[in-house]
């Protein structure tokens, strides 16, 4: 019982800082429609700026997280301005492409930037582990996880109650209808990809502290696309609770089923769920069911 419990906990806080990378992924879903394959990149660009800021720069912890929001807000940006504003009213397989392709740059470049080897972050949290009864939880995931729960609760309250997030609300439910009440779509289309690009960078800093940073930090974008299919591509709520089903699950299958099969199965869990959940709901967890009549 130790062990499950155990087991749990550590996915459980592992499933918050998945949840605040899928937010990456669906904010900018819900806004425009696009599935954006490079918030994985987006993570790892994320990772590599405050590393330089704290680590070459000097700079103390808490001055490099607002320049990491601010340079990821660029980033997001000039992506949406330059790159995904001139695909409008393309076909969403051109999009994805686009998004894939772009991927394979900012990997690039980080490559060309940083290089290929493995850099260690320095510790930004206590070293001393948490204790809760039996439950030992390391404080670097811990903290991790405080801080992702902070910044997904920011985001809701922003969507909730700000102007700003109202008006993407109403462009993500008609982009018409919001259009002709005033909005200015564009602009929402660029909030939302500078949000989206915030939400992973921020990510990436809690993940690099957790295991490190390299230019191979952006795949596991690939692991947090599951959660967000599972919770509904268009909803805040299902990749919150997404994360939490897929860290839980994922941390499990790792603790009882990978000696027996000599790993693997934790990788693979995720995916298993997904294909069990969208057999019973096809638009995931929380996802809008779209309706078309022919």
């Known amino acids: 019982m130790d062990i499950f419990l155990q087991l749990v906990a550590s996915g459980f806080l592992v499933g918050g800082i998945y949840a605040l990378i899928a937010l990456g992924f669906v904010l900018i879903y819900k806004a425009t429609n696009i599935i954006n394959f490079a918030t994985g990149e987006f993570m790892m660009i994320g990772a590599y700026i405050f ?95 405080l801080m992702a729960m902070v910044v997904v609760a920011v985001f809701l309250l922003l969507f909730k109650y700000a102007k700003v997030g109202v008006a993407m609300r109403a462009t993500a439910n008609d982009q018409m209808a919001a ?42 974008g690939l692991k947090i696309f599951p959660i967000v299919i599972l919770g509904g591509l268009d909803s805040i709520i299902g990749a919150v609770i997404g994360g939490f089903i897929v860290g839980i699950v994922e941390n499990l299958a790792g603790g009882y089923l990978d000696p027996y099969f000599h790993g693997g199965v934790k990788d693979l869990a995720p995916f298993v769920v997904l294909i069990f959940i969208l057999l019973i709901k096809p638009h995931g967890l929380f996802g809008t069911k779209e309706i078309e009549r022919l």
């Open 51 to 145: 590393y330089s800021l704290v680590v070459y720069l000097k700079l103390s912890p808490f001055i490099g997280f607002p320049l990491v929001i601010i340079f990821a807000a660029i980033l997001g940006f000039l992506v949406e301005r330059l790159i995904l504003r001139h695909m409008l009213g393309q076909p969403n397989i051109s999009i994805i492409m686009v998004t894939i392709g772009l991927s394979s740059i900012l990997l690039g470049l980080a490559e060309i930037i940083w290089g290929s080897s493995f850099r260690s972050f320095p510790p930004l949290f206590p070293r001393k582990p948490i204790i809760l009864g039996e439950i030992v939880l390391r404080s670097n995931l811990f903290y991790g996880f």
């Open 179 to 220: 259009f002709s009440m005033g909005i200015n779509v564009k602009t929402m289309f660029t909030i939302s990809w500078a949000f989206g690009a915030i939400a992973a960078s921020l990510g990436g800093i809690i993940i690099g502290n957790i295991g490190g940073v390299q230019p191979t930090l952006g795949h596991i």
